[in-house]
């Protein structure tokens, strides 16, 4: 299934390629649209590799060795950031060896995957179990909708902000000349790759908790549940404020990690004001995120999916699309922090709603004499 979408992915991404990167934003000018289209390409041909990679890691984790998945994984990006500095500054490959670097990392992590599927501890593929099976076709489907909402949600939400950065930039002052034209967009890029960083440690705590909210809740271990859920909250919290604190108090350092070194002093100020404004909310972000993937854990598809279209859709869409009419650039900016406000407020209430449900003891449980009361924590 895999295979046969990620080849169809990639036919389609190479087809309608300078439309993919206009709807992202990528025409701002001449420059920003050739160094687009070079990069997208190479990627695109990467698509295959990367999905299999991808799709591969929960199998290699369900099968007993999470350290294999993560080792792999690992593998992929030290070589990608190894081979970075030399195919873009020693081979002279600018664009197209960033994206060439990135495609061997994934490869290293697809082929790796593949030696472990052919190694697997509990399950040992064969021949037979690669026909398709219009039942375990269906429920895999099901099962992933979520996800797949949530991510094409972000997609959404992605596209409809770089449109509105290249359409008010181009009314400013300043970056409507040619030669800073490609500073928005170039700086929320920066932005969004701390801010994907964060996330991601978000998402890995709160996926990490998925298998032990399906034991327990299976288990009728209710309380075992609502205290994760209270750790993993006050986790995620901690999470975000300490990325807060280097948004708001280390702009300037974040910007030079990312090379922004020798840049105009318009492309520092507006990396500062815009790391400031757009992540003030980290918080909240990672909360609600941790909720959203936390719901999905404990079956509440339709919470889960619903919160997670609430924030990219209606929030993160319609913000992006209504604030820059009354603020201009900035407004962009502040779409982020509004969205996570807003959804912050909607899970709040899905939170304490959780909480109830999950502070009944389950009958079935209360038969165990180690799960019952306060003995649950043995």
Same mark, same amino acid.
């Given at each position: 299934?895999?295979?046969?979408?990620?080849?169809?992915?990639?036919?389609?991404?190479?087809?309608?390629?300078?439309?993919?990167?206009?709807?992202?934003?990528?025409?701002?000018?001449?420059?920003?649209?050739?160094?687009?289209?070079?990069?997208?390409?190479?990627?695109?041909?990467?698509?295959?590799?990367?999905?299999?990679? $991808?799709?591969?890691?929960?199998?290699?984790?369900?099968?007993?060795?999470?350290?294999?998945?993560?080792?792999?994984?690992?593998?992929?990006?030290?070589?990608?950031?190894?081979?970075?500095?030399?195919?873009?500054?020693?081979?002279?490959?600018?664009?197209?060896?960033?994206?060439?670097?990135?495609?061997?990392?994934?490869?290293?992590?697809?082929?790796?995957?593949?030696?472990?599927?052919?190694?697997?501890?509990?399950?040992?593929?064969?021949?037979?179990?690669?026909?398709?099976?219009?039942?375990?076709?269906?429920?895999?489907?099901?099962?992933?909708?979520?996800?797949?909402?949530?991510?094409?949600?972000?997609?959404?939400?992605?596209?409809?902000?770089?449109?509105?950065?290249?359409?008010?930039?181009?009314?400013?002052?300043?970056?409507?000349?040619?030669?800073?034209?490609?500073?928005?967009?170039?700086?929320?890029?920066?932005?969004?790759?701390?801010? $994907?960083?964060?996330?991601?440690?978000?998402?890995?705590?709160?996926?990490?908790?998925?298998?032990?909210?399906?034991?327990?809740?299976?288990?009728?271990?209710?309380?075992?549940?609502?205290?994760?859920?209270?750790?993993?909250?006050?986790?995620?919290?901690?999470?975000?404020?300490?990325?807060?604190?280097?948004?708001?108090?280390?702009?300037?350092?974040?910007?030079?990690?990312?090379?922004?070194?020798?840049?105009?002093?318009?492309?520092?100020?507006?990396?500062?004001?815009?790391?400031?404004?757009?992540?003030?909310?980290?918080?909240?972000?990672?909360?609600?995120?941790?909720?959203?993937?936390?719901? $999905?854990?404990?079956?509440?598809?339709?919470?889960?999916?619903?919160?997670?279209?609430?924030?990219?859709?209606?929030?993160?869409?319609?913000?992006?699309?209504?604030?820059?009419?009354?603020?201009?650039?900035?407004?962009?900016?502040?779409?982020?922090?509004?969205?996570?406000?807003?959804?912050?407020?909607?899970?709040?209430?899905?939170?304490?709603?959780?909480?109830?449900?999950?502070?009944?003891?389950?009958?079935?449980?209360?038969?165990?004499?180690?799960?019952?009361?306060?003995?649950?924590?043995?």
């Amino acid at each position: 299934m895999t295979i046969i979408s990620s080849i169809i992915l990639c036919a389609v991404y190479l087809l309608f390629s300078n439309a993919i990167i206009a709807l992202f934003g990528g025409t701002v000018n001449e420059e920003t649209f050739r160094h687009s289209k070079e990069y997208f390409f190479y990627i695109s041909l990467g698509i295959p590799v990367y999905m299999f990679g $991808q799709a591969m890691n929960p199998v290699i984790r369900a099968d007993g060795s999470p350290k294999f998945a993560m080792i792999s994984t690992l593998a992929g990006a030290i070589l990608n950031m190894i081979l970075d500095p030399i195919f873009i500054f020693t081979f002279r490959w600018g664009m197209m060896g960033a994206a060439v670097a990135t495609v061997i990392g994934q490869i290293v992590t697809a082929v790796l995957a593949v030696w472990y599927l052919c190694n697997m501890k509990l399950v040992k593929p064969g021949k037979s179990d690669f026909k398709a099976n219009g039942i375990i076709i269906r429920k895999t489907v099901l099962l992933g909708i979520t996800s797949f909402l949530s991510q094409i949600a972000l997609v959404a939400a992605m596209a409809a902000i770089n449109n509105m950065i290249r359409k008010y930039g181009a009314m400013d002052s300043i970056f409507g000349q040619e030669q800073y034209a490609q500073i928005p967009m170039a700086v929320v890029g920066i932005v969004m790759k701390f801010f $994907q960083i964060v996330i991601s440690i978000a998402v890995g705590m709160a996926a990490g908790c998925i298998p032990i909210v399906g034991f327990n809740m299976g288990a009728g271990l209710r309380l075992r549940v609502r205290e994760l859920f209270t750790k993993l909250l006050i986790a995620e919290a901690t999470v975000g404020a300490i990325a807060l604190i280097f948004v708001e108090f280390f702009p300037g350092q974040l910007i030079g990690i990312f090379g922004a070194a020798n840049e105009s002093s318009y492309y520092t100020e507006f990396a500062i004001r815009a790391f400031r404004i757009y992540l003030c909310m980290m918080i909240f972000a990672c909360v609600n995120k941790s909720c959203f993937i936390f719901l $999905q854990a404990m079956g509440k598809a339709v919470e889960s999916t619903a919160l997670s279209m609430v924030r990219e859709i209606v929030f993160g869409v319609g913000f992006a699309l209504t604030l820059p009419l009354f603020f201009g650039l900035d407004g962009v900016l502040y779409s982020m922090p509004v969205s996570d406000i807003l959804t912050f407020l909607v899970a709040l209430f899905l939170i304490i709603r959780t909480y109830k449900e999950l502070n009944i003891i389950d009958p079935k449980a209360v038969k165990d004499p180690i799960s019952a009361g306060n003995t649950y924590r043995n």
